[in-house]
Structures are given as C-alpha cells and as structure tokens.
C-alpha cells in the first residue's frame, strides 16, 4: 500500500506526458523500485499488462485511485492554526488531490472568529458538530506537542477515524482509529547522519590521499647504476 502513492505520482506526472503505456521496468525506474516488485504490486490490483506493450496509464490510475479512496473527496479538519497550521491552510495541493481543508480549528480564543483565507477558525470544543455537518473525514494536528494527545482524544471521540499527526511527539489511539505521523525533525536527524558519514568518508579519503603523496615524497631513491 506504501508504494502505491509513488506509483500514482509516477503515473500522474507519465499521463501529463500524454503517455498511453508504460512497462513495469519504466515505472519501477521512475518510481524508484525493483520492476518485479512492481509487476506484483500491479497483480494485487488485478493489472498485468501485455507482453511487449505494457500497462495502460488511464487504467492503472483508475485502479489505484480506486484502491486508495481517491474516487471521492475526503474533507480535513486542520487542528493548530500556528505557522505550520497556516502553511498547511494555504497548500493548495490537498484539495487537488482529494482532501479539501473543510474546517480549521484551534484552541487560542484569540484566533478563534478570525478568518484565514476562506475559512473562519472554529473552537477545538466545536469538533463534534464539525464532524457532523462537514463530514470530517481525516483530522490532522499541528498543535505543540503538549496538547496533542488531547487533540487526537477529541479527533477520535468526534468520530474522526483517520489522523495525520505534525506534533513533536508519540499519540496514542484506539485501534479502530488510523494513525500517521510526519516527523520532519526525525527526517532532518536522518539526514544528518547520511551527510556525517560521507564527510567522515571524505576524510578518511583524504588523509589516506595525503598519506600516499607523503610516502611517495619520501621513498630513498634508486642508487644509480653502477658502470
């Protein structure tokens, strides 16, 4: 199921191409994976292809927007109207893919009346009748990491199934309820990690470089031939 997002992606950007096929080879190196992985993943939906003409691009994006629940919108209820809350208010792609920002909720009373954009920010104790009359779908918090287990309480008790959490900090949910976390500090540690290793690499390469050229500086010379 994770790898079906960048293989829509993959095949989203293919489409604009006014591409009509595609071989499970190009897809998988577009997408960035195995090509057998692909043709298996590709089965699961009931797609195989044809020898020597491979998949067709409408298709396989009718099949996978169909298994993952993009034939319909599923509206989002943004918790947080921080900075990060704002950005992801004022993102236009959510609702281009499917999921338009449908209300916007916060618990500072300062905040609360004042609009943003086309959506006047409501009370976090307004969720329940949200839910009801928006039809939340999906709630995504980003609020600090001290009120948001609270949050994802009222998410759930409102009858919101799904969350996306931004907060700094591990939730915890009912197991009817859907869980996913987007740690953009954990992204950066991991990189930084990468980006450690290849400077240490790069060290040691030199070192071993400088070592070289200084050995060979001081190699004793060949006596001359005696005649």
Known sequence: MARLPLYLRT?????AEQTATISSERLAELAGVNA????????YLGSYGTRGVGYDVEYLLFQMSRELGLTKDWPVAIVGVGNLGAALANYGGFGDRGFPVAALVDADRSKVGT?????VIRHVDDLPELVAELGIAIGIIATPA???QDVADRLVAAGVPSILNFAPTVLTVPPEASLRKVDLALELQILSFYRQRDSVADAVE????????????TAPEAPEPVV
């Open 11 to 15: 095949l989203v950007e293919v489409q």
């Open 36 to 43: 057998a992985k692909v043709r298996k993943d590709l089965s």
């Open 115 to 119: 609009r943003l954009g086309e959506h």
């Open 146 to 148: 001290a009120g948001a």
């Open 206 to 217: 030199a070192v071993e470089a400088a070592d070289g050229v200084a050995a060979r500086g």
